[in-house]
């Protein structure tokens, strides 16, 4: 399995590879501390362990979906997913998940993950990923712009958040 490195905005190296069983614990308490915060994620409460996150990395590496872990001096930093598309005329699509720990955010973690899943996606076979974000979570849509993802569409008032509606705005990206 292929490992890649960049830099962080701070000088920091980076290393994003792909998940292994090892990583459960990790990935599965990424995910939940994103949770936890309650203002990035449509769910409420984390409704997987350790063991689900153990069998997705083994099913994961048994098929052409990707998990990837980011981490500096070997400590987890974040991590993101690309999955197929559920539909037959859709198997080229990917829909991309990402996490970034909060206490790495803002360093380049999120932009290394998504440039690592684009060239990790084109060895699996993906053509195209696809991805979306809450209306409200300006950092992340700047992000995806910066990455060449083009905005294609909002779900107007799709999540019934505590805080309210929001609307989810949509991106892809067609890979070289």
């Known amino acids: 399995m292929r490992t890649w490195e960049y830099s962080t905005k701070d000088g920091a190296i980076i290393s994003v590879r792909h998940a292994v069983p090892a990583d459960a614990r990790q990935l599965h308490g990424g995910f939940n501390e994103v949770i936890q915060e309650g203002i990035w994620l449509p769910t409420f409460?984390?409704?997987?362990?350790?063991?689900?996150?153990?069998?997705?990395?083994?099913?994961?590496?048994?098929?052409r979906d990707v998990m990837l872990v980011a981490e500096i001096d070997e400590k987890y930093t974040g991590h993101l997913t690309l999955q197929t598309e559920e539909w037959m005329a859709s198997r080229h699509v990917a829909k991309l998940g990402i996490i970034v720990a909060k206490q790495h955010r803002g360093r380049g973690i999120?932009?290394?993950?998504?440039?690592?899943?684009?060239?990790?996606?084109?060895?699996?076979g993906f053509q195209k990923i696809v991805l979306s974000t809450f209306e409200d979570?300006?950092?992340?849509?700047?992000l995806y712009l910066a990455m060449e993802y083009r905005e294609v569409g909002i779900r107007k008032r799709h999540f019934k958040m505590p805080k309210g509606f929001i609307d989810e705005v949509l991106f892809e990206k067609e890979l070289d």
């Open 45 to 63: 409460n984390a409704n997987s362990n350790i063991a689900d996150w153990v069998n997705w990395i083994q099913r994961t590496n048994q098929c």
């Open 110 to 124: 999120g932009r290394a993950l998504m440039r690592a899943a684009e060239e990790a996606g084109l060895a699996s």
């Open 137 to 142: 979570n300006a950092i992340a849509q700047s």
